[in-house]
């Protein structure tokens, strides 16, 4: 059973940038698709960035390209969300989440293990 732990959430100011972290534990990090979600108050949810087991491929939503970086690092089995020129509809709870299948990731948003979610309000 894989674990999830997110950190690095909180409150920020229009323009400015916030990294979220994403600690794995119990599986094989290294064989997972990783991402990043998030929902708004009242809104679906939806697929911020995802990377893949090999950090080959990526994903990002269309509404974060240019402003948001997801990396991983394998030592330490944790995946990054750099976050800048946030923006107040940015504001959202931000899951992390894990698929060995990555296509679960990208394409059919069900990944198998979600963390418990980092709150990030961007004040304008």
């Known amino acids: ?3 999830l732990v997110e950190s690095g959430g ?3 100011q229009a323009g400015g940038s916030l990294r979220l972290s994403c600690a794995a534990s119990g599986g094989t990090f290294s064989s997972y698709a990783m991402g990043w979600f998030r929902q ?6 939806e697929l911020v960035a995802a990377i ?3 950090s080959y491929g990526k ?3 269309d509404s974060v390209k240019g402003r948001f970086t997801i990396s991983r690092d394998y030592a330490k089995s944790t995946v990054y969300l750099q976050m800048n020129s946030l923006k107040p509809e940015d504001t959202a709870i931000y899951y992390c989440a894990g698929d060995q299948n ?4 990208v394409v ?3 990944p198998a293990y979600w963390g418990q979610g980092t709150q990030v309000t961007v004040s304008s």
């Open 59 to 61: 994903n990002y939503g």
């Open 10 to 12: 909180g409150l920020v």
């Open 102 to 105: 990555y296509r679960k990731m």
């Open 40 to 45: 708004a108050p009242g809104k679906e949810r």
């Open 108 to 110: 059919a948003a069900t």
């Open 52 to 54: 893949t087991w090999s």
């Open 1 to 3: 059973q894989v674990q």
